[in-house]
């Protein structure tokens, strides 16, 4: 049965459905890249801007987990360097309220790139529709003019629909001709974010349980890390 409501949910969004998803989500897809999504590919778009030589990239993706537990085993800020491509530090080392954290890291970049270190400021949100939001700021960087981001976990039928934003201004000379190696290391990073999650979920369910934990501590106003 499973199986069969996975086709019918397929052919449904590749002919152009846009029921149980909002309206606004499933306008920024073609009906290809729609059905790219349900069959678990990742989906790339991006948005040029007059704002530094890279451009914004979006990441569409479908992961097997419920968007709370996505959630919570990504904001685990401390367990990011285990997992994420290239990055080697992820240090929470403020609060600046129990949902909005600062993390410093340590990045590997491409030669002839030196490591970039910077800080990010992280908030976590509930959304209206039971999805959750984490977005970030840029707080410090030795290699970076701009950073923003936000990463949305989306609740569909059995599945969560990830949609993941990233700009960055680099402050570097080489930076143009790095821009298929930006956007290949991004993809990199989700489809990295995608296996930990559906890891931990299916492995490790009483490390899932402590983040859960956390998260919903800091929804109840507690400070999560001690610092």
Same mark, same amino acid.
């Given at each position: 049965?499973?199986k069969l409501c996975a086709?019918i949910l397929v052919?449904?969004?590749?002919a152009?459905?846009v029921c149980?998803?909002?309206?606004?989500f499933?306008n920024?897809l073609n009906?290809?890249q729609?059905k790219?999504?349900f069959?678990?590919?990742?989906?790339i778009?991006?948005i040029k801007?007059?704002?530094?030589?890279?451009?914004?990239v979006?990441?569409?993706a479908?992961?097997?987990?419920?968007p709370f537990?996505?959630m919570?085993?990504?904001?685990s800020?401390?367990?990011q360097?285990?997992?994420?491509p290239?990055?080697?530090k992820?240090k929470?080392?403020k609060h600046?309220t129990?949902t909005?954290v600062?993390?410093?890291?340590?990045?590997?970049?491409?030669w002839?790139l030196a490591?970039?270190?910077y800080t990010?400021?992280?908030?976590?949100r509930?959304l209206?529709?039971g999805?959750?939001?984490l977005?970030?700021y840029l707080?410090?960087?030795?290699s970076?003019?701009?950073?923003?981001?936000?990463?949305? @976990?989306i609740?569909?039928?059995d599945?969560?629909i990830? %949609?993941?934003?990233?700009f960055? %201004?680099?402050?570097? @000379? @080489?930076?143009s001709?790095l %821009?298929?190696?930006?956007i290949n290391?991004?993809k990199?990073?989700?489809?990295?974010?995608i296996f930990?999650?559906?890891e931990?979920?299916?492995k490790?369910?009483?490390?899932l349980?402590?983040?859960?934990r %956390?998260i919903?501590?800091? @929804?109840?106003?507690k400070?999560?890390y001690?610092?």
């Open positions: 049965m499973k086709i052919t449904l969004i590749w152009g459905s149980a998803v909002t309206p606004e499933l920024e009906k290809n729609r790219n999504l069959e678990k590919k990742l989906v778009n991006t801007t007059n704002d530094g030589p890279w451009p914004r979006i990441i569409y479908v992961i097997d987990s419920d537990d996505a919570a085993v990504y904001a800020y401390d367990q360097k285990n997992y994420v290239e990055v080697i992820s929470p080392i600046v129990p909005d600062h993390v410093s890291y340590e990045r590997k970049l491409p002839p490591n970039s270190h990010t400021g992280n908030k976590i509930r209206p529709n999805g959750y939001l977005e970030w707080v410090h960087s030795d970076v003019e701009k950073s923003d981001g936000r990463i949305r @976990f609740p569909y039928m599945v969560t990830i %949609k993941y934003e990233n960055i %201004k680099p402050n570097s @000379f @080489f930076a001709l %821009k298929n190696s930006m290391d991004l990199k990073t989700l489809d990295a974010i930990h999650i559906e931990i979920k299916d490790h369910p009483e490390k349980n402590d983040m859960k %956390k919903l501590d800091a @929804f109840q106003g400070y999560v001690k610092l």
